[in-house]
C-alpha cells in the first residue's frame, strides 16, 4: 500500500505507477485543493472510490464514490466500505 499523498497530482502520479483496487479520498486537501478532478480521474480509472470528509455537505453526482462517510470514522465502518458490496446468489 502506497501513500497517503496530499496533492491530486502526486495521488495520479501514485495511482499511474500501480492502481488500486480503492482510494479513501478527502474533499479538502493540500493548500485548499479540492479533491473533484482526482475523484472524477478515478472513477474514469474503475477505482473504488471512498470520500472521508470533514464536511457535512458535499456536492458530488450519484454514483461518483461507493460511499461519503464522516470524520471521525470509525475503523471497521472505513474498512468495510473499502470492500465492493457482495453479490447476492443469483445475480
Known sequence: MDGPVATTADAMRLVSKSAPDAAIVDINLRDGELSYELIDWLQDRGIRIVVLTGYSDIS????????????PARDEVLIASLREPEQSEGN
Open 60 to 71: 458530488l453526482q450519484e454514483g461518483k464514490v461507493a460511499v461519503i462517510l464522516q470524520k
